[in-house]
């Protein structure tokens, strides 16, 4: 595969994905070049990283505590170093912030979004919240500069409806690999606090 054009979608999401769906991303981006599976101790949240050349995709499945069977909602995030705006326009990781958001802020306009953001920073770092948590800019500082060095695109998280027979359908193989872990180490093994 060629080096991938990450564009922003008009509502959510990049390169046309603006639902949760593995296998759209397939379809688009094709088989990663690393896939990284973890499932928290608990048993209730099972996360895929599908790593690309310059994009990360984060997936995670979360269970009800009262049923580990079925899963309850799921989550994607898109994290890339170089987000196309539009076609000609880009933000990348060592941009300076005020460069970065007027760009950002023109995008929401354009797409009758609200221009709103929520803003949180320390002695060394920050971010900005955009889209109702939808877009996440991340900075460093380096003394009275800020420069970006992160861009995650959440989509809406999902909720899991047994009448939801495709996503159902796509989660599956997710699925049993999770009961084939809770079978090999928490029904043998089970832990004592």
Same mark, same amino acid.
């Given at each position: ?34 896939? $990284?599976? *973890?499932?928290?101790?608990? @048993? +209730? ?7 690309? /050349?310059?994009? &990360?995709?984060? =997936? ?35 941009? $300076?912030? *005020?460069?970065?958001?007027? @760009? +950002? ?7 009758? /979004?609200?221009? &709103?953001?929520? =803003? ?52 599956? /193989? ?20």
């Amino acid at each position: 595969m060629g080096k991938q054009k990450y564009i922003l979608n008009n509502t959510y999401g990049i390169n046309g994905i603006e639902k949760i769906s593995l296998k759209e991303i397939m379809k688009i981006f094709s088989v990663p070049e690393e896939i $990284e599976m *973890k499932l928290s101790d608990d @048993k +209730i949240t099972i996360s895929i990283d599908l790593i690309y /050349k310059g994009l &990360k995709i984060y =997936y995670s499945l979360s269970y009800f505590v009262e049923n580990l069977t079925k899963p309850e909602t799921q989550f994607l995030t898109f994290c890339m170093e170089k987000l196309y705006l539009n076609n000609r326009e880009s933000i990348k990781v060592g941009d $300076e912030i *005020k460069t970065v958001l007027p @760009k +950002i802020r023109k995008y929401l306009k354009r797409n009758n /979004k609200n221009v &709103k953001f929520e =803003y949180e920073e320390d002695k060394y770092a920050g971010r900005y919240l955009f889209d109702n948590g939808e877009i996440d800019i991340f900075f460093e500082k380096f003394g009275s500069k800020k420069v970006m060095d992160g861009i995650m695109i959440s989509l809406p998280y999902e909720d899991i409806l047994p009448e939801n027979k495709e996503v159902l359908a796509e989660i599956s /193989k997710i699925m049993e690999i999770k009961n084939k872990i809770d079978g090999l180490f928490w029904e043998k093994y089970k832990r004592v606090d």
